[in-house]
């Protein structure tokens, strides 16, 4: 079962309703305990960083235990950023600092947020974009975006390059949404669901 | 399909467009929907029927539009709610953005919209009644969830007189198109939607200069929409109109162009699109 950790950041029916597509089950909890037996774990995640306030509690200490444990684990959108140290957007909310670095704006010279279909440029071996050609468009909302890290397995341009998809051993994370890139993001989905 | 050439200011545009960022200029198909099913107006009146709105926005996904908007026309002045099922149904399958608009009056309104499975809203004639509701929308879903609506009329007047219009086209508002833009954003918005009702259904083309002073007005993205006709209107949008997204619905849905041609047209002159798509 993938626990679908709903920490109050938005919507999440259209994560529940993809993974369910490419034949998931899956089970939208904020409880520690569901959180402590899934064997997966996906954390959407839209709108202000402040929301993972929510997660500096036994929610998201069940999370980190979990990830500890090996358990795969998939941040999108706010969920991945939540995995870097932080956000200039909510300086006083911490990240999980999985990965270095602070998520900041867009420059001002860019529209803001960035919205739209944009190019990935794949950097290295990845397990979650396996089958996943380099240059390929996926849905992107945000209006602020993670560095460009060692663990950085993807990156995206615009108003600079920043860092489209993130892995580390059982820790994966995604700017874009897979739910809503087409058949590009449930292949995506789908390589989540098979690890 | 046949395209003139484009002149080369316009090209240079669009490259210059192109060099700066890789995002694709969206086509967004619109479904316009009255009791379940999608119809579309020649300027909001004789409308005509095209189909289950479930079925044609798959159909549109598959074919490459970048998004689906479902418009609930008549909601707001008769008074109804959009109509939920309708949206759980069409979100069930579709797995690009999916944006719903009609008929969203208040903070509750827009949660069964999102929990039926929408990913944005687009509001209109109640954020002018109560603009305060696109900062609710936004602190609770998002700003990236939030598209505001603006139906736009300027006759033959300068751009800066466009006014917005509410209830579906039905009443005028008083409101300044540019200055209610800028209040949108500031409020929250996190996309306007803007629709020429000089040009809306019938295909005489995107009103450019109008998109783009809004575009110039706002540093959130603007979506063009009313009035596309031919392949040539959606390069006149994307380069002078300074679009983001150009939205049409009749010319997809009564087969007059195939997303993927017109997008191929549209990559050909130089305008960055998701492809393949």
């Given amino acids: 079962m993938i626990a679908i950790v709903d920490y109050g950041a938005g919507n999440i029916s259209s994560v529940k309703k993809a993974l369910e597509h490419v034949g998931a089950e899956t089970q939208v909890t904020n409880d520690p305990q569901v959180v402590a037996v899934a064997s997966k774990l996906v954390m959407p995640g839209v709108g202000h960083f402040c929301r993972c306030q929510g997660l500096n509690s036994n929610l998201g200490s069940a999370v980190m235990q979990s990830i500890s444990r090996g358990i795969p684990f998939l941040g999108i959108c706010v969920g991945m950023q939540w995995l870097f140290e932080g956000s200039t957007e909510a300086p006083e909310t911490p990240g999980a600092a999985l990965f270095p670095g602070q998520c900041c704006k867009f420059p001002p010279h860019v529209k803001s947020p960035h919205v739209g279909w944009n190019r990935i440029e794949l950097r290295h071996e990845s397990r979650l974009l396996r089958g996943i050609q380099d240059g390929a468009f996926l849905y992107y909302t945000h209006s602020f975006r993670a560095p460009v890290v060692e663990q950085t397995a993807a990156c995206t341009y615009y108003g600079g390059t920043f860092s489209a998809a993130v892995e580390r051993d059982n820790i994966f994370g995604a700017q874009f949404h897979p739910e809503k890139s087409g058949p590009t993001g449930l292949r995506i989905l789908e390589n989540f669901c098979a690890l | ?277």
């Fill in chain 2, 1 to 277: 399909m046949k395209t003139s050439a484009p002149s080369d200011s316009l090209n240079n545009d669009v490259l210059n467009n192109a060099l700066s960022t890789h995002l694709a200029k969206r086509i967004i198909a619109c479904l316009d929907v009255d009791a379940g099913r999608v119809v579309k107006g020649v300027q909001f009146e004789q409308l005509r029927d095209a189909g289950d709105p479930a079925k044609l926005a798959q159909i549109h996904a598959e074919a490459g539009a970048d998004e689906i908007v479902m418009l609930d026309i008549t909601a707001t002045a008769e008074g109804r709610r959009t109509l939920v099922d309708t949206v759980r149904r069409t979100a069930r399958h579709l797995f690009v953005p999916f944006t719903v608009g009609g008929g969203i009056r208040t903070l509750a309104d827009a949660a069964g919209i999102f929990d039926a499975g929408a990913d944005k809203i687009s509001v209109n004639s109640a954020a002018v009644a109560n603009p305060g509701l696109i900062g609710e929308i936004a602190a609770r879903f998002g700003s990236q969830a939030v598209i505001v609506a603006v139906d736009a009329r300027r006759g033959s007047s300068d751009v800066t007189d466009a006014e917005v219009w509410v209830a579906g086209g039905r009443k005028p508002t008083g409101l300044k198109a540019l200055q209610w833009a800028r209040e949108a954003e500031a409020r929250g918005a996190g996309e306007i939607l803007l629709t020429s009702m000089d040009r809306d259904g019938t295909g005489a083309g995107f009103d450019c200069q109008l998109t783009a002073a809004i575009a110039g007005e706002v540093s959130i993205p603007v979506i063009a929409s009313g009035g596309a006709g031919n392949v040539q209107h959606f390069i006149e949008v994307f380069s002078a109109g300074k679009a983001d997204a150009a939205l049409a619905a009749s010319i997809f849905h009564f087969g007059t162009h195939a997303v993927a041609e017109l997008k191929q047209t549209l990559r050909d002159a130089g305008i960055p699109m998701r492809w393949p798509c």
